[in-house]
């Protein structure tokens, strides 16, 4: 799961990118757009950017490029 932010105008796309990854490894992907500051203070994460997690385990705040994604989720 995935909780991120449009500040960098970037990370819409990687986010695509790294729905595609999961999907062809056949792993649950979900991602949240925090929209609203509301949201932002209400999310589990105090990075807004992107806090990336897996079951419930949070793993990074950066944003991942696709091999680090990869290598992210062979460590599952």
Request: glycine share 6%.
């Amino acid at each position: 799961m995935i909780y991120f932010t449009a500040q960098y105008p970037f990370t819409v796309g990687v986010i695509d990118d790294l729905k595609k990854i999961a999907e062809k490894r056949g792993i649950p992907f979900h991602a949240y757009q925090l929209m609203t500051k509301d949201e932002a203070q209400n999310a589990p994460i105090i990075w807004t950017t992107l806090g990336l997690f897996y079951n419930g385990i949070f793993m990074t705040h950066e944003i991942p490029s696709a091999n680090k994604f990869e290598k992210i989720l062979n460590t599952l």
